[in-house]
């Protein structure tokens, strides 16, 4: 279980390590909020759904954090992925597709499926990292082994969090 939990994880820490730094989370005001966000050029994006046993989440078209208000522009990659039973999502729309995550809205389980099938029950935490690179054409194609050893240790701290 802990190495699903792991390779799951690794998919979308490789993506968001990958591509950008970590962003930054943040909860809603609200405290029925099931969402966190993260912040960004004046607006948030979804990061994470709370409610893993959910059917429908309904994404708000705004949020207040530390009494400011901002639009929810986005969605993480990765930010529904341990919502395996949702089948509903309601979105706003000041959603914009250039702030959706290639893998917003796929569940834990159906990137496991994916990644066993793409990479097979053993592939390590550099084999994710590497598959990544490559399907994202990371630094063009010109990253070194120094390259993925770094992201690969970034990963693995993240994930030890």
Known sequence: MKKKIQGILSVAAA???ISSALPFSVNAED??????????????IV???????AE??????????????????????????????????????TLKSDFMGNIAFQT????????NNELGEDATTEDVVLYVAEKINYKNGNY???DV???NQKLMSHLNK
């Open 31 to 44: 405290e029925s909020s099931v969402l966190c966000y993260r912040i960004t050029d004046n607006s948030a």
């Open 15 to 17: 993506s968001a390590l």
């Open 149 to 151: 050893e770094e992201i």
């Open 144 to 146: 070194t082994e120094a």
């Open 108 to 115: 834990a389980s159906s990137i496991v499926d994916f990644m």
């Open 56 to 93: 429908t989440v309904t994404i708000p078209d705004s949020i207040v954090a530390d009494g400011v208000s901002y639009t929810v522009t986005g969605v993480d990659d990765f930010a529904f992925g341990y919502c395996d039973n949702l089948s509903v999502v309601n979105v706003p729309s």
């Open 47 to 53: 990061t994470d759904c709370l409610a893993t046993d």
